[in-house]
């Protein structure tokens, strides 16, 4: 008999790969939707084994209905409001989906399915501008956002309905991960497709902000590995995921305007609107932990990532052009 998983948000980047990973794993695969999702089907369309379910993290009721007739034996909750930079402009709404929308979900696990595990994404962005080289799971916590003041409400929650409630609860505290299927308004995918929009002539620069700004990034689809082994685990024990390794937004320019041929410093510009109101300057991940636990760690490099990115964002870029230049019929 195959496992069955539900995932929240799953229409985003780490839902599908993750939805992706556990078809190929045999599970049944369920993933929530928002009846009027603002991301649409894009990066699921052609996975075709996934069920849809209608449900949302500010409405407990629609939560413990999805609950009660999906039956899960693991619950992955990659849903939030994401963006760091947004969340300044919404901070309510930010805590209500994130904070107390991950809360939401342990109160219906807990009601109609308490035996099943529970997985909850965390961030790098709980520690903050941190005084230690390297975050690991014993690092203090101080976010600097309302998206990880909200994420370290959700952390807690995760601890508590594991300690309160003998539940199979855990905390990946994930440093940045980016893909071909990051949203476009985050500063690798940014960074990437106007690298390849200014090489095909479509753009003439990129405005960023902190070039100096490090994190530890890696590549979604190694992570959402490390998501599910967490589950396979005998025993709940939060873990940091990351590659252990950091580079600057600087960095990033670099490669990917050298994958297409260009001098970065020739077409990137400086603008203060992109800076953060409190800035997190440098994330590095300790991984022993999750090297230890789960014999894991990541398979792509960061310069494998960026290259991969661009190479997509310019077969997209040539084929929108492609399409936009052909004769109405």
Same mark, same amino acid.
């Given at each position: 008999?195959?496992?069955?998983?539900?995932?929240?948000?799953?229409?985003?980047?780490?839902?599908?790969?993750?939805?992706?990973?556990?078809?190929?794993?045999?599970?049944?695969?369920?993933?929530?939707?928002?009846?009027?999702?603002?991301?649409?089907?894009?990066?699921?369309?052609?996975?075709?084994?996934?069920?849809?379910?209608?449900?949302?993290?500010?409405?407990?009721?629609?939560?413990?209905?999805?609950?009660?007739?999906?039956?899960?034996?693991?619950?992955?909750?990659?849903?939030?409001?994401?963006?760091?930079?947004?969340?300044?402009?919404?901070?309510?709404? %930010?805590?209500? #989906? =994130?904070?107390?929308? /991950?809360?939401?979900? *342990?109160?219906?696990?807990? !009601?109609?399915?308490?035996?099943?595990?529970?997985?909850?994404?965390?961030?790098?962005?709980?520690?903050?501008?941190?005084?230690?080289?390297?975050?690991?799971?014993?690092?203090?916590?101080?976010?600097?956002?309302?998206?990880?003041?909200?994420?370290?409400?959700?952390?807690?929650?995760?601890?508590?309905?594991?300690?309160?409630?003998?539940?199979?609860?855990?905390?990946?505290?994930?440093?940045?991960?980016?893909?071909?299927?990051?949203?476009?308004?985050?500063? %690798?995918?940014? #960074? =990437?497709?106007?690298? /390849?929009?200014?090489? *095909?002539?479509?753009?003439? !620069?990129?405005?960023?902000?902190?070039?100096?700004?490090?994190?530890?990034?890696?590549?979604?689809?190694?992570?959402?590995?490390?998501?599910?082994?967490?589950?396979?685990?005998?025993?709940?024990?939060?873990?940091?995921?990351?590659?252990?390794?950091?580079?600057?937004?600087?960095?990033?320019?670099?490669?990917?305007?050298?994958?297409?041929?260009?001098?970065?410093?020739?077409?990137?510009?400086?603008?203060?609107?992109?800076?953060?109101?409190?800035?997190?300057?440098?994330?590095?991940?300790?991984?022993?932990? /999750?090297?230890?636990? *789960?014999?894991?760690?990541?398979?792509?490099?960061?310069?494998?990532?960026?290259?991969?990115?661009?190479?997509?964002?310019?077969?997209?870029?040539?084929?929108?052009?492609?399409?936009?230049?052909?004769?109405?019929?």
């Amino acid at each position: 008999m195959s496992n069955t998983a539900l995932i929240t948000g799953v229409t985003g980047q780490d839902g599908s790969y993750l939805a992706e990973y556990l078809l190929s794993k045999g599970y049944d695969v369920y993933g929530l939707e928002r009846w009027k999702s603002t991301q649409g089907h894009r990066r699921i369309d052609h996975i075709t084994d996934l069920e849809l379910v209608q449900g949302d993290l500010a409405d407990q009721s629609s939560l413990d209905r999805v609950v009660r007739e999906t039956r899960p034996d693991e619950v992955y909750n990659l849903a939030a409001l994401s963006f760091v930079p947004e969340s300044f402009n919404q901070p309510v709404h %930010t805590g209500n #989906i =994130t904070g107390l929308g /991950a809360t939401r979900v *342990l109160e219906a696990v807990r !009601k109609h399915q308490p035996d099943a595990k529970f997985y909850q994404a965390s961030t790098s962005e709980l520690f903050g501008n941190s005084s230690e080289e390297t975050q690991s799971i014993d690092t203090p916590f101080q976010p600097r956002s309302p998206y990880g003041t909200s994420k370290l409400y959700a952390y807690w929650s995760t601890v508590n309905y594991r300690e309160a409630h003998d539940m199979f609860t855990v905390n990946g505290v994930l440093f940045n991960h980016e893909s071909p299927r990051r949203g476009k308004n985050f500063v %690798t995918r940014k #960074i =990437t497709r106007g690298a /390849a929009a200014i090489s *095909l002539g479509l753009q003439d !620069k990129l405005e960023l902000g902190n070039l100096d700004a490090k994190r530890d990034w890696g590549h979604a689809e190694d992570y959402v590995k490390a998501m599910h082994l967490m589950l396979q685990q005998d025993t709940p024990k939060d873990l940091v995921i990351g590659t252990g390794e950091h580079h600057s937004v600087r960095d990033c320019a670099r490669i990917a305007f050298n994958e297409v041929g260009l001098d970065w410093e020739d077409y990137v510009e400086i603008n203060e609107k992109f800076f953060r109101p409190a800035e997190v300057d440098v994330l590095k991940a300790d991984i022993s932990n /999750a090297k230890s636990e *789960l014999d894991w760690e990541p398979q792509k490099t960061f310069e494998d990532l960026i290259v991969e990115m661009v190479e997509t964002d310019l077969a997209e870029l040539q084929s929108d052009n492609s399409q936009a230049a052909q004769p109405n019929e």
